[in-house]
């Protein structure tokens, strides 16, 4: 009977453990179990091949306050020449959801200068088909992580918003 029930302690031991650590990945680690070095190999990658996504994880807009954490659902991707740029309604409450979707079949990317620190920029044209939706985006790939800076303009003009993300490839 003992047994038995150090087996079963042991059994639920496991099992609570096994919860705890399926639903919190370990620092450093994306929910797949990637370190930062394998992350920003694959972010690299996808970038180079043009095939991403940046998931938006905190805003900060260009009239100040506090950064304005992202909903689910905001992003910026490419897959070939399409470029996507895809907003949730719950961080820019005042702009239209036309100005904020923004889709183009002829999206450009070019890699920039490397910086100093070894950190990766990239400059993407996203043209949408209404006057004024042209956006260009600089995305600056922070050295040895998936981590990424955005800053989003209208074209040749004024600063829109920036924001902090991860670069995944797209599909995953």
């Known amino acids: 009977m003992k047994t038995i029930l150090r087996i079963l302690s042991i059994l639920?031991?496991?099992?609570?453990l096994s919860g705890c650590s399926a639903q919190k990945p370990a620092f450093g680690m994306d929910h797949r179990g990637a370190g930062p070095e394998a992350l920003y190999g694959q972010a690299l990658k996808a970038l180079d091949e043009r095939r991403f996504v940046v998931e938006a994880?905190?805003?900060?807009?260009?009239?100040?306050?506090?950064?304005?954490?992202?909903?689910?659902?905001?992003?910026?991707?490419?897959?070939?020449?399409?470029?996507?740029?895809?907003?949730?309604?719950?961080?820019?409450?005042?702009?239209?959801?036309?100005?904020?979707?923004i889709e183009d079949d002829t999206a450009e990317m070019t890699e920039m200068?490397?910086?100093?620190?070894?950190?990766?920029?990239?400059?993407?044209k996203i043209v949408g088909p209404q006057k004024g939706e042209e956006r260009e985006i600089i995305l600056t790939l922070y050295?040895?992580?998936?981590?990424?800076?955005?800053?989003?303009?209208?074209?040749?003009?004024?600063?829109?918003f920036?924001?902090?993300?991860?670069?995944?490839?797209?599909?995953?």
């Open 143 to 160: 050295k040895n992580t998936n981590k990424c800076f955005v800053r989003v303009n209208y074209y040749r003009s004024s600063h829109l």
């Open 113 to 124: 200068e490397r910086k100093k620190n070894g950190d990766r920029q990239f400059f993407i």
């Open 12 to 16: 639920l031991l496991i099992a609570g």
């Open 57 to 101: 994880a905190e805003f900060y807009l260009p009239k100040g306050g506090s950064p304005v954490k992202s909903p689910s659902g905001s992003y910026i991707s490419m897959q070939g020449n399409k470029g996507i740029i895809c907003l949730s309604r719950n961080v820019f409450l005042r702009e239209t959801w036309k100005r904020l979707n």
């Open 162 to 172: 920036d924001f902090i993300g991860y670069v995944y490839p797209a599909g995953e």
